[in-house]
């Protein structure tokens, strides 16, 4: 069993930032990737950013240059600094752990960031 608890979620006007955390525990052995994704009403969940765990990171194009990934492998986090926030961020987000030799996926609660204009 693998926990993800999500932190850092709000409301921000447009331009300014955020700083999303998760935090994982429980059945941990081998951690693939961790990434963030985001789910807006009435929309499908979509990729924001990932990082495996040799450090590569991938990013959508519409965050690319405002968003940064980063990963704490000794506190088992992951985190995501938001700058140049616009509203078509607004969303839930949602941190996503991949581990196992099946590459089982683990998903957070969500936090919810609005951006108004």
């Known amino acids: 069993q693998v926990q993800l608890v999500e932190s850092g979620g709000g409301l921000v006007q447009a331009g300014g930032s955020l700083t999303l955390s998760c935090a994982a525990s429980?059945?941990?052995?081998?951690?693939?990737?961790m990434g963030w994704y985001r789910q807006a009403p009435g929309k499908q969940r979509e990729l924001v950013a990932r990082?495996?765990?040799?450090?590569?990171?991938n990013y959508s194009d519409s965050v690319k240059g405002r968003f940064t990934i980063s990963r704490d492998n000794a506190k088992n986090m992951v985190h995501l600094q938001m700058n140049s926030l616009k509203p078509e961020d607004t969303a839930v987000y949602y941190c996503?752990?991949?581990?196992?030799?099946?590459?089982?996926?683990?998903w957070g609660q969500g936090t919810q960031v609005t951006v108004s204009s």
């Open positions: 996503k752990l991949e581990q196992g030799y099946n590459l089982v996926g683990y």
């Open positions: 429980g059945n941990i052995f081998s951690i693939s990737a």
């Open positions: 990082v495996t765990s040799g450090g590569k990171t």
